[in-house]
């Protein structure tokens, strides 16, 4: 069974760029969370979608949004890059919202 | 999000030697998971817990559900060089949302 998988897996971007990350979840999972790793730090929880709408997001500016597709993947999007945005952004997958979640191996968004 | 204070933050044992981690909450949560990860990589799960007193095993690896549903721990034993890594706890807090909330991690350094 393939696990979570994301693209791209690593993304450079200037400052004031947009960046677009993206997650497939395992397949017959239905809710896709992100989570941002920036260097040295524990992960800090950015969004949650099941079956296609959000259901909670994390202590993080508007300009950090996404959205998940009737296939359930999912894509986030961060607008108007800032250098302290670069980090490791981890997509996990749970079968349903009481299960354990499953990670990606990540994207490296690097801001200059 | 929840505070998580993981303890230790730093581990450098040699092989062979038991580990002990633990991470306590100011929240009751209802779940507690311990992830494993390696540079570069994204969390992989090791062991999930949803019951307060609850002791599960995965191999060489222990981890409890402490019975004030505040606090848990994971042990190894006979450690190897490929334990090393970071790891994390997460505890889900019994309410809407149902993010996780990390420990900011234990970096684990093993040396033949």
């Known amino acids: 069974e393939a696990g979570v998988t994301q693209s791209p897996t690593h993304l450079i971007k200037t400052r004031g760029q947009q960046a677009t990350l993206r997650c497939s979840p395992i397949?017959?999972?239905?809710?896709v969370y992100w989570y941002q790793q920036a260097l040295g730090l524990g992960l800090q929880f950015l969004l949650w979608?099941?079956?296609?709408?959000?259901?909670n997001r994390g202590n993080f500016p508007p300009r950090f949004s996404g959205r998940q597709f009737p296939n359930y993947s999912s894509e986030l999007n961060v607008n108007a890059l800032e250098l302290e945005d670069s980090a490791l952004y981890l997509c996990?997958?749970?079968?349903?919202?009481?299960?354990?979640?499953?990670f990606g191996p990540g994207t490296r968004l690097t801001v200059l | 999000g929840q505070q998580l204070n993981q303890s230790p933050q730093s581990m450098f044992i040699q092989e062979g030697e038991d580990v002990s981690m633990n991470c306590t909450s100011s929240s009751i949560f209802n779940t507690w998971l311990w992830y494993k990860q390696d540079p570069g990589e994204g969390p992989v799960l090791l062991i999930a817990?949803?019951?307060?007193?609850e002791l599960t095993s995965n191999g060489r690896l222990t981890a409890q559900f402490g019975i004030t549903r505040k606090d848990s721990f994971l042990n190894i034993s006979a450690s190897i060089p490929s334990d090393v890594g970071i790891y994390f706890c997460?505890?889900?807090?019994?309410?809407?949302?149902?993010?996780?909330?990390f420990g900011k991690g234990t970096s684990l350094l093993v040396t033949p």
């Open positions: 817990l949803y019951k307060a007193g």
């Open positions: 997460a505890g889900r807090v019994p309410s809407p949302g149902y993010a996780l909330n």
């Open positions: 397949s017959g999972h239905t809710s």
């Open positions: 996990a997958s749970s079968s349903n919202t009481y299960n354990e979640q499953f």
């Open positions: 979608y099941d079956e296609g709408e959000e259901r």
